[in-house]
């Protein structure tokens, strides 16, 4: 079962760095207790969470207040002390709650507000409010909606000033609007009137916070075209395509740097400035190209120091897709970076250096692969020999660029572990989970922050008990479970990483059968002993 100690013992603990006993409890429950009604009947539960950047506080979605209607509301805890769980929401038209969807409720960059979606006002209207962290007045974002809609997808500005969302408002109908994150005054829309039919595809926010680049049918009915526009309304959108000929913009990059922004569009790729001061580039000018837009697995990725663009194309139109990579000014052009028959997805390491691939070998197996960016040697593999009928499955580059861990059925068929190996397959790859009996696998994991952990989800130690465990990156010492012992029946479901890399939250079914609750683990010295 979780941890029995009082918050205020925890608290304590943590101001002396945790005395032994406090070091040694891990799945330690951060929820108040759940309502029941009738007694011995749990009627609440935990349904959804996120950290804030800063790491001080967890915010989560549940049932947890003690008197009907039990709906789901919003609270925040501060991780520093443990204290009391704080409610943000302001009080519920009957039949309203807070939207339980993970994509409804963001913490502000700054870690100083929440902005959740809720119905609120009136039932079934889902619309926009923000609120402090640490709690206080919630205030209602969007302006009046078109009865019977909602507000759309959310995001907040870099520099927390702001939030952009779509939405159907009664006075400005269908499009994108920007607000200052504390509803100091009314929302502006930033795109014209569409035209009829017409609609917003989705949008993004530039890292620096000072445009949002959104796709839209804005002029011509199903013609997807980009636009970018100031984040505070100051002037009109501007396109940033070239003319359509055929097709439709259909994806879409921003630089790190804010400058410009890279987008496939019938079927070539293009790179234009995000304030759209020169025209459109292409790219892939010199390659024979059938439809970029048709690979399925990622739109085109610009490296973290903004210097190149990697792509897919399909050059034979036979769904054999091939990896280049082209300098984001087009200043020389593009190189293809891999040897095997079919790329099925990729990534570029945070220190731009290299790219880490999937792709189907000379014999159709499919495995794992790296690559300098820039093509100037031949890609190398990454994961050690496969059984038959085995595959790399996904993988994820360490943030420190020097390693990458990938889930596989290398060993046995069907078995899927994961395995860490040097981004530069410069020693073999280290199996971190221990041996795995048939039908038990390793569903799937995260790498801290600071390059240190793995933590990963799997039912190792009984079959379909799905618990969850951490180990180092490089493999040096044994995985360790980090959730208590589980109720039988019990599970853990879905967890977060603290942004510091010191702790992991988790939510499980752990002390009641068919209840979701919310808890906590430590990963590092001095929270844990013999680590």
């Known amino acids: 079962m979780g941890s029995s100690l009082p918050r205020w013992t925890l608290a304590v603990s943590l101001s002396v760095l945790l005395t032994p006993a406090v070091a040694a409890a891990q799945g330690y429950k951060l929820n108040d207790p759940l309502p029941e009604n009738p007694p011995g009947t749990i009627v609440g539960d935990i349904s959804a969470l996120t950290i804030s950047p800063d790491a001080a506080y967890v915010v989560y979605v549940g049932r947890q207040d003690q008197d009907p209607p039990y709906v789901y509301q919003i609270y925040s805890l501060a991780l520093h002390d443990l204290g009391s769980p704080v409610k943000l929401n302001g009080p519920l038209v009957a039949g309203g709650q807070v939207s339980i969807l993970s994509s409804s409720f963001q913490v502000s960059p700054d870690s100083t507000r929440v902005v959740y979606q809720a119905d609120q006002d009136v039932d079934q209207e889902w619309e926009l409010f923000s609120v402090p962290i640490t709690g206080g007045q919630a205030v209602q974002l969007n302006g009046p909606l078109v009865a019977g809609t909602s507000v759309g997808s959310f995001r907040f500005s870099s520099d927390s000033s702001r939030v952009v969302y779509s939405a159907r408002q009664a006075v400005g109908g269908l499009g994108l609007y920007s607000v200052p994150v504390d509803g100091g005054s009314a929302p502006i829309r930033l795109n014209p009137p569409l035209v009829a039919?017409?609609?917003?595809?989705?949008?993004?926010?530039?890292?620096?916070?000072?445009?949002?680049?959104?796709?839209?049918?804005?002029?011509?009915?199903?013609?997807?075209?980009?636009?970018?526009?100031?984040i505070d309304g100051s002037s009109s959108p501007v396109k940033l395509n070239a003319p359509i000929v055929e097709h439709a913009v259909w994806s879409y990059a921003i630089s790190p740097d804010s400058a410009r922004v890279a987008y496939v569009a019938q079927p070539e790729l293009f790179v234009v400035p995000i304030d759209g001061s020169s025209t459109a580039t292409q790219l892939s000018s010199s390659l024979s190209v059938e439809p970029v837009y048709e690979a399925p697995f990622f739109s085109p990725a610009i490296s973290p120091d903004s210097s190149?663009?990697?792509?897919?194309?399909?050059?034979?139109?036979?769904?054999?897709?091939?990896?280049?990579?082209?300098?984001?000014?087009?200043?020389?052009?593009?190189?293809?970076?891999?040897?095997?028959?079919?790329?099925?997805?990729?990534?570029?390491?945070?220190?731009?250096?290299?790219?880490?691939?999937?792709?189907?070998?000379s014999t159709s197996?499919?495995?794992?692969?790296?690559?300098?960016?820039?093509?100037s040697s031949t890609a190398v593999k990454l994961n050690a020999p496969l059984v038959s009928g085995g595959s790399v499955?996904?993988?994820?580059?360490?943030?420190?660029?020097?390693?990458?861990?990938?889930?596989?059925?290398?060993?046995?068929?069907?078995?899927?572990?994961?395995?860490?190996?040097?981004?530069?397959?410069?020693?073999?790859?280290?199996?971190?989970?221990?041996?795995?009996?048939?039908?038990?696998?390793v569903e799937n994991f995260r790498?801290?922050?600071?390059?240190?952990?793995?933590?990963?989800?799997?039912?190792?130690?009984?079959?379909?008990?799905?618990?969850l465990f951490s180990v180092p990156i490089d493999g040096s010492r044994p995985a360790v479970q980090e959730n208590a012992a589980l109720v039988p029946g019990g599970y853990v479901h879905a967890y977060e990483l603290t942004p510091d890399g010191t702790r992991v939250l988790y939510r499980a079914v752990q002390d009641h059968l068919d209840v979701y609750e919310l808890y906590l683990s430590f990963l590092t010295p001095p929270f844990r002993r013999g680590r």
């Open 197 to 230: 039919g017409g609609g917003i595809l989705g949008f993004t926010i530039c890292p620096d916070g000072t445009r949002v680049v959104y796709r839209a049918d804005q002029e011509t009915d199903t013609v997807y075209e980009l636009y970018s526009a100031p």
């Open 308 to 361: 190149r663009v990697l792509f897919a194309v399909d050059q034979g139109g036979v769904n054999a897709y091939e990896l280049y990579t082209v300098p984001i000014d087009g200043s020389s052009s593009p190189v293809k970076i891999n040897s095997q028959i079919n790329a099925s997805s990729a990534s570029i390491s945070p220190d731009s250096s290299r790219v880490v691939y999937i792709a189907r070998g």
């Open 365 to 375: 197996v499919i495995e794992l692969y790296s690559v300098p960016l820039d093509g």
């Open 393 to 441: 499955a996904q993988f994820q580059i360490s943030p420190d660029s020097t390693r990458v861990v990938y889930r596989a059925d290398q060993n046995t068929d069907g078995v899927y572990e994961i395995l860490s190996v040097p981004i530069d397959a410069s020693s073999a790859a280290v199996t971190l989970n221990p041996h795995l009996f048939p039908f038990r696998d």
């Open 447 to 467: 790498i801290d922050a600071r390059s240190r952990w793995v933590v990963y989800l799997s039912d190792q130690d009984v079959n379909d008990v799905v618990e």
